[in-house]
Structures are given as structure tokens and as C-alpha cells.
């Protein structure tokens, strides 16, 4: 630390020397610390000049008791100097860089393809951390297959970061999304981050809109194919967001679904959306078309709940799931 003063080795040793045996001669402190007595003289001269060593009455030189405490904040004021110069340098790298970014990608002079096929996934991520990093006002995610997710890679911290700036961040997923160990985990560290996070029957397609302007899509067009797609027509985009909206208004809070029942052995979370739809009065067909699956499969997971409540009809599933707090 003594460089920060400017001080050497030297320096240090006659410092030392001075707080052992104070008043001896340059001589004496020189034979012991093996200088000459013109390297102690200039040595003390640096040691008074950054105030470690004063004068007394007598005009002697003699430690000073407030000198660690006066380099000790003299030293902090010019770091935090240091600091506050940096931090600004950065800012202004920051307001730049998201100047060119926005000349470039959001408000481009030069004509740029509205609608924008990527080579591939990781060309889509990449963007959409672009778009994540530079997010001034809110984020809307919709993210309908658990594998998707995992092979888009999606942006998560990038989202954290964005909240942390004041972001406002909602996303979406589907009731089976929460079936998988990982999502849940991935979703209660979204939520414990401030995160939004819904539950609702999303489109095949999942996508990543940033401030209403711009949109990542990542379109399942075969089973085993990703085309993926950088949105800025605003139209388009509207559309997007319209079509977000309307799921968030239907959707229900994710936080209700990431715990399993008390009583009565677990509940998972597409079985406790069932029950939800169920106590809402909802035909057979209205809660498959709010699930995304078929009619029977609806009739089978039924079945199967009634089967374990053991209840004989389904005004009694309402009342038994009730009960062990399934709902």
C-alpha cells in the first residue's frame, strides 16, 4: 500500500525505525537499516511531506498520531475520487453504446429487414440478449415448451439484470412447464428476483419482446426444428405484444403452483390448475381448450384425481381437494 503514497521501501523502513526509536539521528537510522544518511534525510522529507511524520517544538522530527488517520482519508477521498471518475466513464460508455445500438438495430437510418429470419438459435439468443441489455421500460416473455427453453437457452439473467435497472418483467408459461423439476426451480429464483410470472395456455411459439418495439420469436416449425426470427415491424410487433396481453389477463399467479399439497399426498401443478378450472364451472371442452390438450386427456386427468381423493362424484373432488388444500 505505501506505493499509493508514493513511498518506497525505504520509506517504509525509516518510518518504522522512527515509530521504534524516535530523535535518532539520520546517521543511526541509516547504519541500521543500511542507507546512507542523505537517502534517510530524503526519505523523512517524504514521510513529512505526506504527513506520517511532523515537527515538534523543538523543530525535531518525530511521528505524527493523526498521520495514519489523515493518509488513511486522504488516500480513501482520492479513491473514491478515482472511483466516482470511473463510474461515470462508464456511463457514458453505457449512454453510447446504447446510442449506437438503437441507431443501429431500433431506430436504423438505413433500411433494415422488418421481419428478419436468424441462421440459428444461438444467432436468436444472442440478439435477444442484445435487446435484454439495452431494455429501458418492460420485457414480455412467452415460453410454451420446457424443451424449448432449454434448447433457446433463454436470457434469464439477462432478465435479472434488466429488473435490477427498474425493468418491468412479465413471462409466461404453460401449466406443464411447472411439471419439471428444473422450471420450477429456474421459476422460483424469476420470482424471489422480482420477476412477474404467470401460468396460462400459451402458443406453440415462444418469443421475447422488449419495450413494445422489437421481438425475438422462436417458432417450433417442425418437431425437430427452431426457425427463429428478429421482429421490428411495429405492426407486427403489436400484435405480439396484443397477443401477450391477452394471455397475462388470463393467466394466474405462478407462485400459486410451486408447492405441492399438505394433506391428502402431492398435487402437481397442471392437476391444481385442473381443479381451479373445475371449481369455475368450466365444461370438459372449455378447460381442454385452457389447457392445450384434448378432451379425453382432460376426462383421464379427472378420473385420476378422483380416483386418489376417493371421491364419488365431481362436486365431491371439489369439496375433497378443498379439504387437503390441493386448491
Not at 429488473?163 to 418491468?168: A, E, K, S
Amino acid at each position: 500500500m505505501w506505493e499509493l503514497l508514493g513511498l518506497s521501501e525505504n520509506d517504509e523502513k525509516v518510518y518504522r525505525f522512527e515509530l521504534r526509536s524516535p530523535g535518532c539521528s539520520a546517521q543511526e537510522i541509516g547504519r541500521a537499516i543500511g542507507v546512507v544518511a542523505a537517502a534517510v534525510d530524503a526519505s523523512r522529507k517524504r514521510l513529512l511531506d505526506c504527513g506520517l511524520l511532523r515537527r515538534d517544538t523543538r523543530d525535531e522530527l518525530r511521528p505524527n498520531p493523526t498521520g495514519p488517520t489523515a493518509v488513511a482519508d486522504r488516500l480513501r477521498g482520492e479513491l473514491e475520487a478515482e472511483h466516482s471518475r470511473r463510474r461515470r466513464q462508464v456511463n457514458l460508455f453505457q449512454a453510447e453504446m446504447t446510442r449506437w445500438f438503437n441507431d443501429q438495430i431500433l431506430t436504423a437510418p438505413t433500411p433494415l429487414p422488418q421481419v428478419d429470419r436468424l441462421p440459428s438459435i444461438e444467432a436468436a439468443v444472442v440478439r435477444t440478449e442484445e435487446l435484454l441489455v439495452n431494455a429501458r421500460t418492460e420485457v414480455a416473455r412467452c415460453q410454451p415448451d420446457p424443451g424449448q427453453a432449454a434448447r433457446a437457452g433463454c436470457a434469464v439473467p439477462a432478465e435479472v439484470r434488466a429488473r435490477q435497472r427498474g425493468v418491468d418483467v412479465r413471462v409466461i408459461y404453460p401449466p406443464t412447464h411447472l411439471g419439471v423439476p428444473g422450471v420450477r426451480r429456474a421459476v422460483d429464483e424469476e420470482l424471489q428476483s422480482g420477476l412477474a410470472v404467470r401460468v396460462a395456455t400459451t402458443p406453440d411459439t415462444a418469443m421475447v419482446i422488449v419495450d413494445r418495439s422489437a421481438a425475438v420469436v422462436f417458432d417450433s416449425y417442425r418437431a425437430s426444428e427452431i426457425r427463429t426470427y428478429f421482429i421490428r415491424e411495429g405492426v407486427l410487433v403489436r400484435v405480439l405484444q396484443d397477443l401477450f396481453e391477452i394471455g397475462w389477463t388470463d393467466a394466474a399467479a405462478a407462485a400459486c403452483f410451486l408447492h405441492d399439497g399438505v394433506d391428502g399426498g402431492s398435487v402437481t401443478a397442471g392437476e391444481r390448475l385442473l381443479l381451479e378450472l373445475l371449481g369455475e364451472g368450466l365444461k370438459d371442452e372449455a378447460v381442454a381448450k385452457r389447457l392445450g390438450v384434448s378432451v379425453r386427456t382432460v376426462r383421464r386427468k379427472i378420473y385420476d384425481v378422483q380416483q386418489r381423493l376417493g371421491a364419488e362424484s365431481r362436486f365431491q373432488i371439489g369439496m375433497l381437494a378443498a379439504r387437503h388444500r390441493w386448491v
